[in-house]
Nanobody, 126 residues
Framework: QVQLVESGGGLVQPGGSLRLSCVAS????????MGWFRQATGKEREFVAA????????YYADSVKGRFTISRDNGKNTVYLQMNSLKPEDTAVYYC???????????????????WGQGTQVTVSS
């Protein structure tokens, strides 16, 4: 079992920045692809970004490309999402997730991820 605990969510003004963190415990973290997803009120959960187990490969949704950066520190069992130039449409509950099938290419579907954090609210509003 893997437990994922997020932090860093909150209220930020448009154009502002926020960094989310997700700490993993309970099992091996290093070889898992880690992803971030978000779900706005009344919407389906959607892919945001993912990083391979080595940190050498990343993938971003078009909606956040150039603004968000995903990274990981395997020594700290932590994955980060740096969010810059935030827009009101970024408002959502953000979830971190782990894909234990590390041997496959980075996945973007919720069905490919095995463990999920509790979610943290990010609100972008003036």
């Amino acid at each position: 079992q893997v437990q994922l605990v997020e932090s860093g969510g909150g209220l930020v003004q448009p154009g502002g920045s926020l960094r989310l963190s997700c700490v993993a415990s309970g099992s091996t973290f290093s070889r898992y692809t880690m992803g971030w997803f978000r779900q706005a009120t009344g919407k389906e959960r959607e892919f945001v970004a993912a990083v391979s187990w080595s940190g050498g490969s990343t993938y971003y949704a078009d909606s956040v490309k150039g603004r968000f950066t995903i990274s990981r520190d395997n020594g700290k069992n932590t994955v980060y999402l740096q969010m810059n130039s935030l827009k009101p449409e970024d408002t959502a509950v953000y979830y971190c997730a782990a894909d234990t099938a590390y041997y496959r290419p980075i996945a973007t579907s919720t069905n490919d991820y095995d463990y999920w954090g509790q979610g943290t609210q990010v609100t972008v509003s003036s």
